[in-house]
């Protein structure tokens, strides 16, 4: 491995602290789950048993939330660098065994997705047959879901990329890792591909270095995200009350306890 990468415990999270072509050559390598937890959902990780085993059994985790990054580097040592999803998706859709045909599979959250999904990789190519694509129900009642298990066992593509909302896409993909007969490289990368295909409000990449793809969502609809974002706000007391430790299961961030 190389010397530049190391791990860091944050609430009892290991994320890797490397550039994102390191990750990749890990996970393409052995495969695995990685996973690229936000600050809002990261505030749910004492309250919510499925979204806490989900992360814990991740092979990776990506500092993605600027948030998180900021609240660590100010009160604790080492210090960490922000890995953002889209800077993750960015470099993965450049390797050269990405763009061979079957080589992806790619879980999104609309048919509306899957068709601008296998739009823009096309016109980019990469090779994705409508095949390799699948639209992921509403899981309700636990994450659990063997169409999608004996579709991907039938393709066996060594990437496999969910594109679902965050505390979904988590769970699902440990499910995918402890179901499948093998394991591929599994990218919980969220609407990451979204601000490139136009499904999601599209972010500069000077502002995506600069932890500013909140903003421009906040912008692009405030009474979807500003909440959302505005929940995050809890992950700077957490740190401070539990640093590299996991919270207490049952731990309420709101409360305080």
Known sequence: MDATVRFQRILGIQFIVAEAQQVIDLVSENGGLVVVPAAPAMCTIGSD???????????????DSAYMVLSWNLLHRP?????????????????????????????????????????????????????????????????????????????RPRHVILCIGGGVQEPLGLYLKENLS????????????GFLTGD??????????????????CLSDPKRFFPRYWGGRHLLPMIVRYRDRLPVQGFNNKSGG
């Not at 059994?57 to 500092?63: E, K, P, S």
């Not at 659990?144 to 039938?154: A, F, G, H, N, S």
């Not at 394991?183 to 609407?191: D, E, K, N, R, T």
């Open 182 to 193: 093998y394991l591929p490289a599994i990218h919980c990368i969220g609407a990451a591909i």
């Open 79 to 155: 210090k960490i660098s922000k890995l953002s999803g889209l800077t993750y998706l960015r470099a993965l859709l450049l390797q050269e065994g990405f763009c061979r045909a079957g080589a992806t599979f790619w879980v999104t959250p609309r048919r509306e997705s899957a068709e601008r999904t296998v739009m823009w990789l096309a016109k980019n190519g990469i090779d994705v047959d409508p095949s390799n694509v699948y639209v992921a129900p509403q899981y309700r009642g636990g994450i659990q879901d063997p169409v999608l298990v004996k579709t991907i066992e039938r393709q």
């Open 49 to 63: 048993p499925v979204y806490r085993e989900a992360l814990l059994g991740a092979d990776l985790a990506i500092a």
């Open 200 to 217: 999601q409000v599209r972010i500069p990449v000077w502002a995506d270095h600069l932890g500013l793809g909140w903003f421009f969502r």
